[in-house]
């Protein structure tokens, strides 16, 4: 543990090197190809990096942060794009924090939030939102911790245990993106979207991979793989199939590419050469949600949509059905689940004895 700590230090000081080079350097030279290219080596180092870790969780909040979204972020800055792009320049902490951790600075015009689209589902006679249920942060780590405590993986039936794994899942990256924002809102006084939108009154695919689920992720998918993919589908069609048809390959190719993705992630957590059911679920899903989007413009031309009490059980029913048949299984298979769980049990010990001794000093 004290040698995976010392990996850990390692890491993201080449982190911070890198993204002061960023800053410094490369951000300097005009944005473009040359940009692109004086990043080469930065793109290498958060692709690498994870390798030097081999816990499950470290290891993979590592490739999450870095290997994908740094990487996302830091693509779009080299055309003078994305979060990490302003003028004038954001200070290094911001623009470090912004680079390093999920976050998303509220009410930014050039990265509108899901809370327009949302008001315009409120405000629908067809489209009516669920009522609200929000968790705050202690509940979801107080969950988290009962779930972890309870969890027994060897005596209870597999599918309790998968289906108990999309809620430790849920809690997890829920919490993780939430301490980040703790960490920045804090440290820098800015105040941050939240990282997700109770996922779980999710009443059609759209709502959830697009407005409810892990937001931060969906709005740099958006901008690196969405609009340019759509842009591209928009010149090649005809002016009356623009709007009917473009979104279509936007949407399958951005879901391709978060399969892959989470592929990379898994394998640095596993180091076993992917089987692809991941990206088949995000293949799946993305299918699933074409095939929506069009059921959807039918119904509702026609007046007519699901009640928010039906379609959020199918669409949650959906989600971890395919969840436990595609996207957990790689992390069961080999052991990561077993390894992810016996950590955060580590962890919950030390923030609990951590918290006797605070009581018992008091």
């Not at 902490?93 to 008001?119: E, G, M």
């Not at 998918?221 to 591209?232: A, E, M, V």
């Not at 592929?263 to 076993?272: G, P």
Request: positive net charge; aromatic residues 12%; glycine residues 4%.
């Amino acid at each position: 543990m004290e040698g995976e700590l010392k990996n850990l230090i390692m890491v993201w000081l080449i982190v911070l090197a890198s993204l002061c080079y960023t800053y410094f350097i490369a951000s300097k030279i005009p944005k473009g190809k040359l940009r692109l290219l004086s990043l080469i080596p930065v793109f290498f180092l958060f692709t690498i990096l994870p390798l030097s870790l081999t816990t499950v969780l470290p290891t993979g909040i590592t490739a999450f942060f870095m290997t994908w979204l740094a990487n996302f972020k830091l693509i779009l800055f080299s055309f003078g794009l994305g979060p990490l792009s302003s003028d004038p320049p954001k200070s290094l902490p911001l623009f470090i924090s912004i680079a390093c951790f999920p976050i998303k600075i509220k009410q930014n015009d050039k990265y509108p939030s899901h809370q327009n689209t949302q008001k315009h589902i409120n405000s629908s006679p067809i489209l009516k939102a669920p009522p609200k249920l929000s968790l705050n942060f202690p509940t979801k780590v107080l969950l988290f911790a009962l779930l972890v405590a309870a969890i027994d993986y060897k005596h209870v039936h597999p599918t309790i245990v998968l289906g108990s794994y999309c809620c430790l899942l849920y809690f997890l990256v829920d919490i993780v993106l939430g301490l980040c924002n703790a960490i920045v809102r804090a440290t820098l006084g800015i105040e941050l979207e939240l990282p997700s939108n109770e996922p779980y009154f999710s009443t059609s695919l759209q709502d959830f991979w697009g407005r409810r689920w892990n937001l931060m992720v969906t709005n740099v998918l958006r901008y690196t793989i969405y609009k340019p993919i759509r842009s591209i589908s928009e010149t090649v069609l005809v002016k009356q199939q623009k709007q009917k048809w473009a979104p279509l390959p936007a949407v399958l190719v951005t879901f391709m590419v978060s399969g892959l993705m989470h592929e990379l992630i898994f394998f640095y957590v596993t180091r076993v050469n992917p089987m692809w059911e991941v990206t088949c679920f995000f293949v799946l899903h993305g299918v699933c949600l074409v095939v929506e989007l069009w059921v959807k413009n039918v119904l509702l031309a026609r007046g007519c949509w699901l009640h928010w009490a039906v379609a959020g059980p199918l669409t949650i029913g959906f989600v971890v059905v395919t969840a436990n048949w595609l996207f957990l299984p790689p992390l069961v298979r080999n052991g990561a689940d077993i390894k992810a769980i016996e950590e955060c049990k580590v962890v919950l010990k030390l923030l609990k004895d951590k918290m006797l001794w605070t009581l018992k000093s008091l």
